[in-house]
């Protein structure tokens, strides 16, 4: 069964960074398509970036250029640098995965899902 345990989530002024870390298990780690999603109180789960097996990656315009995902093989684990941390990323923050070839950023496009891991950003 696929586990995703995420990890690196806290507290950060406005501009502060923060790495994310996912580690998975339970099945082939590099034929899977994964992604970061986050959920703010009050409104709905959104992508935020996604990598392909081949390691095309895909970003919310949010996000861009201010995020990097990015994925270990030999350590079965995904990550989510974050930089320049603004207040209106704060959510809990969701490791996901697909046995696809290429995900998106849907959440029809994905399979497995962690509990997810806080991240506060104060201004």
């Known amino acids: 069964q696929v586990q995703l345990v995420e990890s690196g989530g806290g507290s950060v002024q406005a501009g502060g960074s923060l790495r994310l870390s996912c580690a998975a298990s339970g099945y082939t780690y590099s034929s899977y398509c994964m992604g970061w999603f986050r959920q703010a109180p009050g409104k709905e789960r959104e992508g935020v970036a996604s990598i392909d097996s081949d390691g095309s990656t895909t970003y919310a315009d949010s996000v861009k250029g201010r995020f990097t995902i990015s994925q270990d093989n030999a350590k079965n684990t995904l990550y989510l640098r974050m930089n320049s941390l603004k207040p209106e990323d704060t959510a809990m923050y969701y490791c996901?995965?697909?046995?696809?070839?290429?995900?998106?950023?849907?959440?029809?496009?994905?399979?497995?899902w962690g509990q997810g891991t806080q991240v506060t950003v104060s201004s």
């Open positions: 996901t995965a697909t046995g696809r070839e290429w995900c998106g950023l849907e959440i029809t496009d994905f399979d497995y």
